[in-house]
Nanobody, 119 residues
Framework: QVQLVESGGGLVQAGGSLRLSCAAF????????MDWYRQAPGKQRELVGG???????NYADSVKGRFTISRDNAKNTVYLQMNSLKPEDTAAYYC?????????????WGQGTQVTVSS
């Protein structure tokens, strides 16, 4: 079983920064992908970006150049550094872990952390 625990959300003014953390506990495979998603009220959940276990990252166009994803494999923790925040970044942010083995593919979600950007 795997548990993801997010932290670091809060209220920030436009132009400010926040760093989110997501710690994974349990049976974590050596090879996996950890992603960040977000969901604003009345909107669908969208992918913010992700990072593979070897450090390859990808980002949504809307956050490129402003957000940075990193990870510490020794701590099974992924980070989302958010700079130059905009009001439209306001959303609940969720961590996702995807890993697989011979028997199947496993997808886990954190409980979410709220980010509110005031104008």
């Amino acid at each position: 079983q795997v548990q993801l625990v997010e932290s670091g959300g809060g209220l920030v003014q436009a132009g400010g920064s926040l760093r989110l953390s997501c710690a994974a506990f349990g049976s974590i495979f050596r090879i996996n992908i950890m992603d960040w998603y977000r969901q604003a009220p009345g909107k669908q959940r969208e992918l913010v970006g992700g990072i593979t276990s070897n450090g390859t990252t990808n980002y949504a166009d809307s956050v490129k150049g402003r957000f940075t994803i990193s990870r510490d494999n020794a701590k099974n923790t992924v980070y989302l550094q958010m700079n130059s925040l905009k009001p439209e970044d306001t959303a609940a942010y969720y961590c996702n872990l995807l890993q697989s083995d011979f028997w199947g593919r496993y997808n886990y979600w954190g409980q979410g952390t709220q980010v509110t950007v005031s104008s």
